[in-house]
Every structure is written in C-alpha cells, then in structure tokens.
C-alpha cells in the first residue's frame, strides 16, 4: 500500500500560479503511476493529468493542457502539479492518485490509493 499527503493548495487571483505537491510513503513510489483529480461544489470529480512511473509519459485534460505541468521525483517519492494561468473555472479540491493499472490510465476507477485533497480557489 501507499499513502498520499497533498499540499501547497491556496487561494490565488486568476492568472497567478500555484505548485501543488504529493508525498508518497509506503511501498516504492515507483511502482505507481500516479495522477491529479479534482473536484468542484456540485460537480463530479474530474481527471487532471497523469503521470507514468518512470515520468516518461504524462497526460492531461483539454481544459489544462499547455497550463498545467505534471512531473515527478521517485528519488523524493513526490509529485509536483504546477499550475500555471488559473483560471475560476480551476477552483476545486485536488486529489492525487496512485495506480498499478498496467498501463497508465486516466480513469479514477483505476485508482486505488487517494490523499485527502487540497483546495485550491481562483479568484476572478
């Protein structure tokens, strides 16, 4: 098993930047891919980005793409979001995520291990 501690939510004005960082314990971090979910009031949770375990191959969502960056360091057993132009529409709680899928995946179901979520609210 693995734990997950998120950080480095905050309240910032639109167009600001945030890095949101995970910490994994446990069991080898690089045995997981690991991903960013988030959730919104009222609204499903939604995928973010992913990021294989070797750090080779991320992927993200339509509506952070070319604005949010996922990278890793297994030798810290971290994950970094950095999370740059927000927007409002950004504003949620964000999870990470860890999955041995085999493949990486972008579908929480996949996602075995979850953090407690980290808030992040984008000002307009």
């Known amino acids: 098993q693995v734990q997950l501690v998120e950080s480095g939510g905050g309240l910032v004005q639109a167009g600001g930047s945030l890095r949101l960082s995970c910490v994994a314990s446990?069991?080898?971090?690089?045995?997981?891919?690991a991903g960013w979910f988030r959730q919104a009031p009222g609204k499903e949770r939604e995928f973010v980005a992913a990021?294989?375990?070797?750090?080779?191959?991320?992927y993200y969502a339509d509506s952070v793409k070319g604005r949010f960056t996922l990278s890793r360091d297994n030798a810290r057993n971290t994950v970094y979001l950095q999370m740059n132009t927000l927007k409002p529409e950004d504003t949620a709680v964000y999870y990470c995520?860890?999955?041995?899928?085999?493949?990486?995946?972008?579908?929480?179901?996949?996602?075995?291990?979850w953090g407690q979520g980290t808030q992040v609210t984008v000002s307009s």
């Open positions: 995520a860890a999955s041995t899928a085999l493949i990486i995946t972008t579908a929480s179901k996949n996602y075995y291990y």
């Open positions: 446990g069991r080898a971090w690089s045995d997981y891919h």
């Open positions: 990021i294989s375990r070797s750090g080779g191959s991320t």
